[in-house]
C-alpha cells in the first residue's frame, strides 16, 4: 500500500506524494511522508535498507517555500546511492494474506475507483 506513493499511474484526484523525484528512482520502495509549517520528512524502505529523512530547523522557524522538497531529494539522492549496485528485490506475500480491492476514495469495496488492492490478515 505504501508504494503508491511513488506511482503516478494511480488514478488519485491529486497527484502523489513522490511523483516529483519517481523519474530519480531505479527500484521499487515503499514510504511515508510529511510535512507542517516547521518541518518535513520522508521515510521509505525496501527489504535491502529503511531511510528516514527530517529537513526543518532547530530554532523551530517556519520554513520557507523554498524550503520545500529537501527531504524528498535528500531522501531519492541517498537511497540511490546506496541501491545503485543492488538487486532489486521486493517482499514476498505471506500465504495467510487476503487481497481485497476498495475504492481510493471512500476505502470501501462498493465503488467505482477499485484500482487499489488493500490487504488484510484473514
Known sequence: MLT???????KWPWSVTGSSITADLTHKYSGKSGSTDYDN??????PQITIGVWTGY???????????GFAKQIWAE???????????LWFTEPEFIAKKKLDLI?????????????????
Open 4 to 10: 503508491h506513493m511513488f506511482d503516478t499511474g494511480v
Open 41 to 46: 520528512w520522508m521515510v521509505v524502505y525496501n
Open 58 to 68: 532547530d530554532s523551530n522557524d517556519k520554513l520557507l517555500k523554498t524550503d520545500s
Open 78 to 88: 541517498l537511497i540511490e546511492y546506496y541501491m545503485k549496485d543492488k538487486e532489486d
Open 106 to 122: 471512500s476505502g470501501k469495496p462498493d465503488g467505482s475507483n477499485l484500482d487499489f488492492v488493500y490487504y488484510k490478515t484473514t
